[in-house]
């Protein structure tokens, strides 16, 4: 049984068992304000819930700095650098590209994201495909933490699970009961493997939205039971890691 009724069943099981799922919200391929954006934080303001937002760098637009800046549940992470597959392999980075050289353009990249209140050293990879030389890098970037796709979470890492989004001949709304099937069962299998603690990421895409994805997601945001009955920790508790504030101007006071 899916649909609305078996996620509240399922989150009710949850509750007899004295626990509370952990869901978290992971937004990806931002790079500038527009009419999206405004609706994706609309969404995000109206639900009272923290969003991961997912940035590319080499695109990145000032506006959108100012745009999440008054928003305090919004943390920035890192998305790629450049977000193009130069290698026909899904990764930016050819697969002999040396580890140093990769980690200089992450380090660039991160480096761009200085202009955001709030951002957290979270390498999301594009594709959510993390290629050796990528992986190897990530130890001399100074990234502290990765999300990708499908996985338990394990040190370093916490993934998101449940796309709203199908990609096969063009991106559209994956389908109510499909994304609803998804959700209670990745629910089900932490309760029954009694992993209480382990969260289920929840992934959207603003610019690739349709109205249908628009309209379920504002729906799943606002479900009862996903508001009173589950925790929705914040980026930083989350990835346990502090926020990387915006640096202070040259000769601001100490």
Same mark, same amino acid.
């Given at each position: 049984?899916?649909?609305?009724?078996?996620?509240? =069943?399922?989150?009710?099981?949850?509750?007899?068992?004295?626990? $509370?799922?952990?869901?978290?919200? +992971?937004?990806?391929?931002?790079?500038?304000?527009?009419? @999206?954006?405004?609706?994706?934080?609309? @969404?995000?303001?109206?639900?009272? &819930?923290?969003?991961?937002?997912?940035?590319?760098?080499?695109?990145? %637009?000032? %506006?959108?700095?100012?745009?999440?800046?008054?928003?305090? #549940?919004?943390?920035? &992470?890192?998305?790629?650098? =450049?977000?193009?597959?130069?290698?026909?392999?899904?990764?930016?980075?050819?697969?002999? =590209?040396?580890?140093?050289?990769?980690?200089?353009?992450?380090?660039?990249?991160?480096?761009? &994201?200085?202009?955001?209140?709030?951002?957290?050293?979270?390498?999301?990879?594009?594709?959510?495909?993390?290629?050796? %030389?990528?992986?190897?890098?990530?130890?001399?970037?100074?990234?502290?933490?990765?999300?990708?796709? #499908?996985?338990?979470?394990?040190?370093? +890492?916490?993934?998101?699970?449940?796309?709203?989004?199908?990609? $096969?001949?063009?991106? *559209?709304?994956?389908?109510?009961? *499909?994304?609803?099937?998804?959700? =209670?069962?990745?629910?089900?299998?932490?309760?029954?493997?009694? $992993?209480?603690?382990?969260?289920? #990421?929840?992934?959207?895409?603003?610019?690739?939205?349709?109205?249908?994805?628009?309209?379920?997601?504002?729906?799943?945001?606002?479900?009862?039971?996903?508001?009173?009955?589950?925790?929705?920790?914040?980026?930083?508790?989350?990835?346990?890691?502090?926020?990387?504030?915006?640096?202070?101007?040259?000769?601001?006071?100490?």
């Amino acid at each position: 049984m899916f649909g609305w009724q078996g996620l509240r =069943t399922e989150i009710g099981r949850w509750r007899e068992a004295g626990r $509370r799922p952990r869901l978290w919200w +992971r937004d990806d391929d931002a790079h500038a304000a527009g009419p @999206q954006l405004h609706r994706l934080i609309v @969404q995000a303001a109206r639900a009272d &819930l923290p969003l991961c937002l997912a940035v590319i760098p080499e695109r990145l %637009n000032q %506006n959108l700095c100012a745009a999440v800046a008054p928003y305090d #549940g919004i943390a920035v &992470l890192q998305h790629g650098v =450049t977000h193009i597959d130069h290698t026909g392999a899904r990764s930016e980075f050819a697969l002999e =590209t040396p580890p140093a050289q990769v980690a200089a353009s992450l380090r660039e990249g991160w480096t761009a &994201l200085e202009g955001f209140a709030r951002r957290l050293p979270v390498y999301v990879p594009p594709w959510n495909a993390l290629a050796p %030389n990528v992986e190897a890098a990530l130890a001399l970037s100074g990234h502290r933490m990765v999300s990708a796709w #499908g996985g338990f979470s394990r040190p370093g +890492r916490v993934d998101a699970h449940v796309d709203l989004l199908r990609w $096969r001949d063009g991106a *559209r709304f994956a389908g109510r009961e *499909r994304t609803l099937a998804r959700l =209670t069962g990745a629910l089900h299998l932490r309760r029954k493997q009694a $992993r209480w603690d382990e969260p289920v #990421g929840l992934l959207t895409h603003h610019l690739d939205h349709d109205e249908p994805a628009w309209r379920f997601l504002e729906e799943l945001l606002l479900f009862a039971p996903l508001q009173e009955c589950a925790d929705w920790p914040t980026p930083a508790a989350l990835f346990h890691l502090e926020v990387f504030p915006r640096p202070a101007p040259a000769g601001a006071a100490a």
